[in-house]
């Protein structure tokens, strides 16, 4: 199983960008394709963006399309998602995952074998 750790999380004024990084470890990594998500108090968990490894064809929710930006540094086993005028609805903890299923990314997300990370917290305020 695979190990997600996220960074780069913290309070940002509205407008302002903020870069996320997730390293992942174990000796799986290279069968599992990358994501983000995010969850703020009192919703549920939302989709923003997912990748493979090679950096090609990424898949992004129309909520951020445009806005944010994920990308891979593979020797480096590293995902980032790069945000751009972030909004304080983007308030949220966001999460690494994991899933060797690319088309779980397609539906109504619900994984049995997920790997998440631990969480980091973008705060978008004055």
């Known amino acids: 199983q695979v190990q997600l750790a996220e960074s780069g999380g913290g309070v940002v004024q509205p407008g302002g960008s903020l870069r996320l990084s997730c390293v992942a470890s174990?000796?799986?990594?290279?069968?599992?394709?990358m994501a983000w998500f995010r969850q703020a108090p009192g919703k549920g968990r939302e989709f923003l963006a997912a990748?493979?490894?090679?950096?090609?064809?990424?898949l992004y929710a129309d909520s951020v399309k445009g806005r944010f930006t994920i990308s891979t540094d593979t020797p480096r086993n590293t995902v980032n998602l790069q945000m751009n005028n972030l909004k304080p609805d983007d308030t949220a903890v966001y999460y690494c995952?994991?899933?060797?299923?690319?088309?779980?990314?397609?539906?109504?997300?619900?994984?049995?074998?997920?790997?998440w990370g631990q969480g980091t917290q973008v705060t978008v305020s004055l």
């Open positions: 995952n994991g899933d060797q299923n690319w088309a779980n990314y397609y539906v109504d997300y619900a994984s049995d074998s997920a790997v």
């Open positions: 174990g000796r799986t990594v290279s069968t599992y394709h």
């Open positions: 990748i493979s490894w090679s950096g090609g064809s990424p």
